[in-house]
Every structure is written in structure tokens, then in C-alpha cells.
DNA sequence: GCAACGGCTTCTGTATACAGGATCCAAGTG
DNA sequence: CACTTGGATCCTGTATACAGAAGCCGTTGC
């Protein structure tokens, strides 16, 4: 209650009272943060009367929330008898992979051919903050946010904002496993900008691809390595 | 109203009393298809009250719908100023190409290196009825759905859910130009079926991506030829 | 004649109310 | 001892109610 609250208010003052955001947003926000950062493990129900009380609302923004997420694919809702948090199949992780592989190494192509000022500014920075991050919650998040990045730059608006759901259940993926793979993360990530920077297509899908690839391996070998939890 | 009460009465029979498909399904579903039935134009407000009243339900399983197909990309929400339909914009048709190559091309991969019996069954199927369809609507449904089966062919949840979404809004850009390609389609898809069920992933692939690729070529020039409606 | 203002209408955002299915526990029965 | 059965409880599905923002229209002042 008192965090949605306070958000409300923060939001308010941001943007001059122009904009009044719904609470069915912050709620779908907040709902997701907290999925995301495991606050709310897989398999946990999801009561709408608790979470309404609990985020000091009534019932309605939070069923939006869930029917939003659900789509989304991070919570499962089984008619008449509710919404838990998706349970993360081992599976599911190799699927993501794939996508993201066919995905991303379309956005670094398309981001390189063009090449726009702002986007690139914007990626520059990104970079620029994963290299100064330390916390392990702040590396995955600038992690996912620099290939959120590259999906924006783009251009292609269909593309971003299927990217943008999938790189959140791969964070979330690995949050499960907690696994990360930050210094290489890092490397790599140059590499496709200066690929994307210097306007060459070809490296920047073929090395946004291999950046895929080599975290698939690496998650791969770490699942294997300590098995189901 | 009639119509939604009727086939809730039919779910029921047909599930023998077992399922109770809530309400916010089946809406959901009717609005969806009458976006892309056309009956809903792009740019048509979603206001709630009627849509509620026209249904025969009340206001909360239509927010819940839209918010569903807001997720989805078929209608879009301003604050305070309610849900409209969605307005496709040209560039919008080229940017769905270019994703649809890549993930229906992983899609034709997967299923040709997957290769499942009752899979293929259902492709063989849907072509046969493709072959006999001479309705305009069934033609586009029909080749929307042999789409649709590639990717759950793929054994790729993620991706099934990706496409399914993705190939709807293709085939509603294409109903905004009355534009259809059915006889070089079916051909198309029967070659993408066979390297499919050969196992030929190279060629899966390359077909699905070239099928989608002459469409993008034919979309274009005819919206060319025929310009802003 | 035109622009600013104020009231009215419409519709969204949010809360509350109520009916009925799902689940669980306990007691009874074979 | 397992298995059913009845009821109580919890929770979802759906409807209704109400407050306040957005847009519209007529009016008024210049």
C-alpha cells in the first residue's frame, strides 16, 4: 500500500501532474519487480485479495495486472482456480535461447544499418554503467537493459517490444539458477557496439548471436553442473 | 449478448459441464476476431459501456479483454481517453516481415530437425483444406493457421506463443489492403511441408524464409500500385 | 466574429458487493 | 485403514456503484 503510494506520488511530481499514471500500471509494475527479483518465487498463487490489500488497492488493478502478465507468460491462470507464478521448465530456457539468438541477431543488424545518434548514445551509456556496476541485482538488470537497447535501436517497433518480454524471463531464468556471467557480459557487449556503431551489419548480427550462444553454453554447463534445486 | 450467451452454451455441452470457460475468455475472443474480421476498423473506439452492453456482460471482463489485446498489440490505450483499435501503419507491415522471417524460419528449422507424427498430421491437413478453400475469409484464416501449425510443429512453446500473436496481426494488415496471394502460397507452404517432414532443416528453413520474403515483395508492390486507402 | 470560460455529458478508473465453484477438513462408513 | 460425503471456507468470476477527468457546446466578453 504504502509503496504504490509512494510511487504515485514520485510519478506525480516527475511529470508535473500532467500525466496520471493508472494504478493498474504500477500494480502490473510492481507485480512484475517482484517476480522478476524473486520476492514472489515460481509456483507462489497469486490471491488477488492479498495482493489488493496488500498494495493497498481494490481487487480490479490487480486482475488486470495478472490478465497482463499472463499474457506476458509470467504468470499461469487456471480457470476458476487462480494465477500462480509460471514455473520455469528446464526446457523453456533452451527455447528462450533460440528465440533470443534469432531475435537479437535480427536487432543488431537492423540497429546497425541504422546507425541512429540518440540510440547509440544511449547504448553508450548503458555500457558505460555496466562497467561501473557491482551489485549483483544492478549487473543483471544494466545486462538486460543493454539488449533492450539494441532492440530499440532497431527502429523495428514490433521487434522491441517482443524483446522486451522475452529478455525478462530470461533475467528471470537465470535468477532461478542464480547464475551470471557479468565480465564477459561486458566484452562482448562492446564488441556488438562497435559493430552496430561502425554501421557493419554482418558482425553485428553474427557477434550478437555468438553472445547468445556463448551464455547458452555457459548456462548450460552451470545447470549441469548443479542440478535441479 | 445473444452471441456470446450462445457459444458459452455451446462450450459448455461440448466440455460436457466441465470446463466453465469464463466469460473474459470468450470476449476476449470475440473482440479479437472482430478487429480482424474488419468489424471493428482500425481507429474504432473500444468504448466499454457498449461493448459491455453489446455483449450482454458487464464492464470488468471487457477492460480485462482489451487490456489482453493491448498486451498483444491490437489495440492501443491513452490514459484516461480509453482503448481504440489499433492503426497499422505501412511501416508497421515491414517490420512484421522482417521478424516473421526470422522466427518462422527458426520455427521450419526446429520442426524439421523435430520431425512429430501428429504434428505433421495436422499440416497435412490444413493444406488439404487450404487446397479446397475458395472463400476469401478461410483462404487467409487457413493459411494464417498452416503458419501457426509450423511453429507449434516446432515444439517450441515460446515460440508458438510468439508467432501466434505476430501472424494475427500480419493477416490483419493484410485484410486493411484486401490483399491476398493464395494460389503461390499453397504451393509455398506444400514445399516448406516436405522438407519438413524430410527432416531437411536447411531447406525448412531457407523455404520458410523465402515464402515469407515474396510476400513481403508482393505486399509491397501492390500497396505501391494502390496507395493510402 | 472570435476566443476564453463555465457547465454538462460521457466515459474511464477504482471500489465494493454478491453468487457460485474449488478445496479442505472432519466425520462417518465399508 | 482407506474411502467417501457433507459442510464450511476461501477465492474467483461477474455485476454494480460512484468519483473525477476529458471533451463538447453554448455563452459571454472583447
Redesign the pocket.
Known amino acids: 500500500m504504502a509503496r504504490i503510494a509512494y510511487r504515485m506520488q514520485i510519478m506525480s511530481e516527475h511529470t508535473l501532474g500532467s500525466s ?1 499514471v ?3 500500471d504500477l500494480v502490473t509494475d510492481e507485480i512484475r519487480q517482484r517476480i522478476l527479483t524473486g520476492l514472489l518465487p515460481p509456483g507462489e ?6 495482493l ?1 490489500e496488500d498494495l ?6 490487480v ?1 488486470e495486472a495478472i490478465r497482463v502478465l499472463a499474457t506476458e507468460g509470467l504468470v499461469e ?1 487456471a ?5 500462480a507464478v509460471a514455473r520455469p521448465r528446464p526446457a523453456h530456457a533452451e527455447e528462450l535461447f533460440d528465440i533470443r539468438m534469432a531475435l537479437e541477431g535480427l536487432a543488431a543488424r537492423l540497429a546497425a544499418r541504422r546507425r541512429d545518434g540518440a540510440a547509440l548514445a544511449r547504448l553508450r551509456t548503458v555500457l558505460d554503467d555496466q562497467r561501473d556496476a557491482d551489485q549483483v541485482g544492478a549487473v543483471a538488470d544494466l545486462n538486460t537493459r543493454f539488449h533492450t537497447e539494441v532492440a530499440a535501436a532497431s527502429g523495428n517497433e514490433h521487434l522491441h517490444q517482443l524483446v522486451g518480454p522475452l529478455l525478462r524471463r530470461a533475467q528471470w531464468v537465470f535468477l532461478q539458477t542464480a547464475y551470471t556471467r557479468a565480465g564477459e557480459s561486458l566484452t562482448e557487449h562492446e564488441r556488438i557496439y562497435a559493430a552496430i556503431a561502425a554501421g557493419d551489419e554482418e558482425s553485428a548480427q553474427a557477434l550478437a548471436v555468438a553472445h547468445v550462444a556463448a551464455a547458452r553454453r555457459s548456462y548450460l554447463s552451470h545447470v549441469a553442473a548443479q542440478p535441479a534445486t
Do not use: Q, T
Open positions: 496520471h493508472p494504478l493498474r498463487r497469486l490471491v488477488e485479495d492479498r489488493a493497498g488497492v481494490s481487487r480490479n488493478p486482475r491462470v480457470p476458476r482456480r487462480g494465477a
